[in-house]
């Protein structure tokens, strides 16, 4: 079993609805979780940050991290094409090691 | 991506030859990482660095060698590259990992025949 899983996908949405993406993970040591999105052939790029259990938002983009049942969320609010990407989760035991835990990713199809 | 370059960016080698990639930073960030990106396993860390000469390994370091004898460069070396070491390399580098601050390249396509 990985240490983190995400669905693959792909996820397709029409345009203007509401986004979930999940991840699972099984160590219960990490304190610190990510979101990152990546365009095709782009590197990663840092969406939001979150340190232990609780709820955050940036915009249109929400973190949810619920500890106890070890699974975080993302949800896009009005989602745009421009959003179509794959969607990565990454853990950290410590936070400040940067050997971060990835799941494989999800790819996100907003069609207009 | 600013602040980061990786070369090269597309490299086709054949088996059981050396390969360098390169990743040069202009941030002066202290903590650099490569990870290699293959379809069903996301990224996974290979070797990463706390500074210079200060290097260590990752998830998955076998067959692979770093160096960093500037801030500003970090080398991963295949030392004898193998089919299965084809794959898209990532290099990230961060000032302050705890506040989630982490920067990816653009990323190197390598393709071992």
């Known amino acids: 079993q990985k240490e983190v899983e995400q669905d693959p996908g792909p996820l397709s949405v029409p345009e203007g609805a509401i986004v979930s993406l999940n991840c699972t993970y099984s160590?219960?040591?990490?304190?610190?979780f990510m979101w990152y999105r990546q365009y095709s052939r782009k590197g990663p790029e840092l969406l939001m940050y979150t340190y232990s259990s609780g709820n955050k938002e940036d915009g249109r983009f929400t973190a949810q991290v619920d500890k106890s049942s070890k699974y975080i969320s993302l949800f896009i609010r009005d989602s745009q094409p421009s959003d179509s990407a794959t969607y990565l989760c990454?853990?950290?035991?410590?936070?400040?090691?940067?050997?971060?835990?990835f799941g494989q990713g999800t790819t996100l199809q907003v069609k207009p | 991506d600013a602040g980061i370059t990786q070369s090269p960016r597309h490299k086709v080698t054949e088996t059981g030859t050396p390969v360098t990639l390169r990743c040069h930073q202009t941030e002066n960030h202290r903590y650099m990482y490569w990870y290699r990106q293959d379809p069903g396993h996301g990224l996974r860390l290979i070797h990463y660095s706390y500074g210079v000469k200060d290097t260590d390994k990752g998830e998955v370091s076998d067959g692979y060698s770093v160096s960093r004898s500037k801030t500003e460069d970090f080398l991963l070396t295949l030392e004898s590259a193998t089919s299965s070491q084809t794959s898209v390399y990532f290099c990230?580098?961060?000032?302050?990992?705890?506040?989630?601050?982490?920067?990816f390249g653009s990323g190197t396509r390598l393709t071992v025949v």
């Open positions: 160590n219960s040591a990490f304190q610190y």
């Open positions: 990230a580098i961060s000032s302050d990992p705890e506040s989630g601050g982490y920067t």
């Open positions: 990454a853990m950290d035991l410590s936070g400040n090691t940067g050997k971060l835990i």
